[in-house]
DNA sequence: CGCAGCATTTTCAACGTTGTAGAAGGGAAC
DNA sequence: GTTCCCTTCTACAACGTTGAAAATGCTGCG
């Protein structure tokens, strides 16, 4: 197919390793040499076998991306932020879809699939704790999300906690009371999920302020998707629970939370007021506008990329693992009172936390 | 790091070679030896390295799709169904984002970053007719979308204008007369781009039904997002013009023409039917929900995929290039009057689906 | 017993690149 | 003039794998 550092060697009649040295820039090359094969280059459209150059150097400049699906906004977006971060490493991304499947996921942590990859970020969700030996892999790997904690990689994670309990007293400063939860997945929260810390912080906030926690306003869905909000308010309004305010884990939730509110004939925000979670493009478009928990996803995805980075880099060094959360604000939008123009309101704490 | 080939064989008592025969599934192995040699490859925990293979076979089994960004819905779901597609024939996908930028496209065909890849599915958004002469490039490359025709390479592409005429006969047979268009890009609709073809197909549509153009109806905008949709409505609506029917070029408009609407005071469908062109996951979760043009993403994926490996598997064949269309159907929802539960809907060709 | 025919395994070279070692050439210092 | 050093360039080997071809050993048959 293409031309060889051999084919380009020949017409500039210096060795094959001239050539390479031109090529990476090493600095005892005549400027004549050097002209010489840069024309060679040129005429044949030479380009460096990135193939044969990874098995040289150990590495190939690809870094895998393991999500449950690119169609799911989030993951979209965050594959888009990672792709980004990447670049400015000179790194490919191989995106790799594992449905939220358990068995998929674990087929790509084998890295039976990724051993093209100079590493991988890995995004759980049919994995959990129990599974946390199996991150224990011989190649470097970076954990994103909530799924599994202290495990033997480093990990990337957002301060679901504590954004939940600024959600919550978001919604008490603009006089509500009555908040539902929507998007809990069962009745035991002691665990580390996405839901079941975002639901801890929802009870501590409301604790705090004295307010009794009501548990028939505490929701569970079937899918965290719009179809799941919606149902969720038609239930709710189905058995007479009074609420004025509604907090969704997550944005697809919640856009289902505006539309069941509509078609029950409530009105946002005057009576119900409504918060999602992770700002995703899409909740700035909505109408109401949705006000939401921006739980740092660009910063997110840059740090990934960078301990992943350090990992690929210096291999030898059996670093402990190291856990970064993310800085979170609450982006206030029309669906909590806000005007059109969208203002940043509660900011974060302490980035890198030690392991435990 | 990992085990070698030279490892196991050292193991396992024999030479490399035959250890690559295991591997391979080579048929003269005696099954001692052939479980000798697994048990070395199990005891090592020893993966092939796919560097080194790719390098003696030239291929290295990954594919690139560059595509604008992954945070429009649009291109989240296609590269969803690149990556499915993929997958059946054994292949990961390298995901890189142009933004839509002419020099960044031309960038990624110039094979400056993708020499690892053993081919491209590109799906240009700013490069034009006039760049077709770039795309006869050295390695496989599958043209998506509809920036450039008849260019060197194969195409797979979709019906976009007799979609749209098929879009506009729907709005006719429920009544509509005066059906705006949302999105033209210019005055001059003569070049091959999607703005370009979807018009061309809402003006036939009219010329057949004898229904004279109105030029004021046919509204640009500054880009094809949400906030662009809803601006076309406001401005029409200023300007006092009078419209039963909108049809917007893409999704994403078409959720700001429903916003739009919904902010001056306009029913939906009762005022104004409103379709999009997509079928972006989001439509159907809409308020109301959206009818749309399906232009058949998965089998342009896989029609995508397919052609490509064929590329890659015939290098040598200089076979002419081929175009292929996806089939298109029209989704009937709210937004054109069709209720949540299956109704009488309007044939648009070649299918039509049932709303779900 | 010798050899063809086959199953099984090995040796060798090659894919395209880069690190290591060192050779060739020229100039400066003695 | 000799020695030493520096710049510039080259030869060789190696990265881990696999195709081609050759080597080994066994079976059956004349």
Tied chains: 1, 2.
Excluded: C
């Excluded at 094969?37 to 590495?59: D, Q």
């Excluded at 919550?168 to 997945?185: D, K, W, Y």
């Amino acid at each position: 197919m293409g031309a060889t550092m051999h084919d380009v060697a020949l017409i500039a009649g210096v060795s094959v390793k001239t050539v390479s040295n031109v090529i990476n820039d090493y600095p005892h090359v005549r400027p004549v040499t050097r002209n010489r094969v840069l024309a060679a280059i040129a005429e044949l459209g030479y380009r460096p076998n990135l193939t044969a150059r990874g098995l040289r150097s150990g590495k190939t400049g690809i870094i895998g991306l393991a999500v449950p699906e690119l169609r799911e906004n989030y993951f979209a977006e965050l594959a888009d932020s990672v792709i980004r971060a990447a670049e400015k490493h000179g790194l490919g991304v191989l995106v790799e879809q594992t449905n939220g499947d358990r068995d998929t996921e674990r087929l790509v942590i084998s890295g039976a699939r990724m051993h093209f990859t100079d590493g991988i970020l890995f995004s759980p969700v049919g994995m959990g704790q129990a599974d946390a030996p199996l991150l224990d892999v011989p190649f470097p790997l970076v954990l994103l999300g909530e799924r599994i904690f202290n495990g033997p990689t480093d990990h990337v994670t957002m301060h679901n906690v504590s954004s939940a309990v600024a959600t919550v007293e978001h919604l008490l400063s603009i006089g509500r009371r009555r908040i539902a939860l929507v998007g809990a997945e069962g009745d035991d929260d002691s665990d580390a999920s996405s839901w079941s810390l975002r639901t801890r912080g929802y009870r501590r906030a409301l604790d705090q302020a004295g307010i009794p926690g009501n548990e028939r306003l505490v929701r569970r869905t079937s899918h965290w998707n719009r179809a799941g909000g919606a149902a969720a308010i038609h239930e709710m309004v189905a058995e007479g629970q009074e609420f004025d305010a509604v907090f969704a884990l997550n944005d697809a939730l919640a856009l289902g939370v505006l539309r069941g509110l509509q078609e029950v004939g409530l009105r946002v925000p005057e009576d119900v007021a409504v918060v999602g979670f992770d700002n995703v493009d899409e909740s700035q478009y909505a109408v109401p506008s949705l006000t939401t928990v921006d739980p740092g996803r660009e910063e997110i995805a840059a740090t990934a990329v960078e301990l992943l980075v350090e990992r690929i880099n210096e291999k030898g060094v059996k670093a402990p693992p190291r856990t970064v959360k993310a800085d979170f604000h609450i982006v206030s939008r029309e669906s909590t009172g806000a005007g059109p123009v969208p203002s940043p309101l509660v900011a974060a704490t302490p980035r890198v936390e030690l392991p435990t």
